[in-house]
């Protein structure tokens, strides 16, 4: 059994909370948060046996084997590597850090210490996305890559009426392509690596970050494009087009539906079931990695993470996105 801590107690922690229930090996036995009540309160409701407001005497507790992270972007690199340093096992939300260096200086404090670190990419560890992996050799030589995730979000009409949350907070590394553009890049970068070019643009907000962009990618023999935004819907769906196909992606940040339609009008359905609790993927690949000793996931690797960082970073420097952990740097 793997016991494992979280960092957060937010929504996507209950919804990494009802995945884990999902996964035998795994159990969440300990909760942080900076108050006692909350963290209380948040533990009787998930029946979860251990509280902690202080994160280093949680790192350093015997209670737990790993932790998940679920706090701001800005904090995600120095409590994994809080963590790290005392032999814990890091599972760290997306996105995995501010920048490059600091994803560095995480993967720099798993290696020496021994122990994995992963990021909790979902849609990469979805059945779908690895019938998508299976299947792109059906579509012929790949040619463009195009990747929509438009979602208004309910922050913004706070936003809108002077109260800034923090998914619009520059210091807490937040904004569209951090929240919502990832979604987009990370498959690109796991199916084809890191791009050679890119160009990137975007509608910035007063708070200093992004409410919407789009970027192109370039690749020796084909691009990508992909637009995403929190200030407006879209209802497109994602395709990956070869020269004798293309793939249909339905909602790219769930992988819903993943279909072929070749270009003699067939179609194939490449769908398979996901279970409702969908986190479950994640979490059972992070507690088989722990389990067979094993540092690095094959499909969420290290490399794949710290490439989607470094793209995103780039693509924030052209549309002015800079954060203090930037400047720290």
Not at 158 to 187: H, Q, W
Not at 195 to 221: C, H, Q, R, W
Not at 255 to 276: P, S
């Amino acid at each position: 059994m793997v016991n494992i801590g979280i960092i957060g107690t937010n929504f996507i922690t209950d919804s990494l909370i009802a995945g884990a229930k999902e996964v035998k090996d795994a159990k969440i036995s300990a909760v942080y948060s900076r108050t006692e009540e909350r963290a209380k309160e948040y533990a009787k409701k998930f029946g979860i046996e251990h509280t902690f407001t202080n994160l280093e005497e949680m790192a350093k507790s015997d209670l737990i084997d790993a932790v998940y992270i679920a706090s701001p972007n800005s904090l995600h690199a120095s409590q994994a590597i809080l963590f790290l340093k005392n032999k814990k096992h890091v599972l760290g939300e997306k996105a995995f850090a501010s920048n490059t260096k600091e994803v560095d200086e995480m993967i720099k404090a798993a290696k020496e210490n021994n122990v994995v670190l992963m990021e909790a990419m979902r849609t990469t560890v979805l059945p779908n996305f690895k019938a998508i992996k299976d299947n792109l050799y059906k579509i012929g030589k790949i040619r463009k890559y195009f990747a929509s995730y438009c979602q208004y979000s309910s922050r913004y009409d706070k936003y809108k009426a002077g109260e800034v949350l923090n998914a619009f907070k520059n210091e807490l590394s937040n904004g569209a392509i951090m929240d919502i553009g990832i979604y987009c890049i990370a498959p690109m970068v796991n199916l084809f690596g890191k791009p050679n070019t890119v160009k990137a643009n975007g509608v910035m907000l007063k708070t200093g970050v992004d409410g919407e962009g789009s970027a192109i990618f370039g690749y020796d023999d084909m691009e990508a494009a992909v637009i995403y935004s929190k200030i407006s819907n879209s209802y497109l769906p994602s395709e990956i087009q070869g020269e004798e196909g293309s793939i249909i992606i339905n909602k790219i940040n769930n992988f819903e539906n993943v279909k072929i339609i070749y270009r003699d009008g067939r179609e194939e359905d490449l769908t398979l079931e996901h279970k409702k609790e969908n986190m479950c993927y994640e979490v059972e690949e992070f507690v088989n990695l722990i389990q067979s000793g094993e540092k690095e996931s094959t499909i969420n690797s290290l490399k794949v993470s710290r490439d989607v960082i470094e793209v995103i970073e780039e693509a924030r420097k052209q549309i002015g996105v800079i954060y203090p952990a930037d400047r720290d740097n």
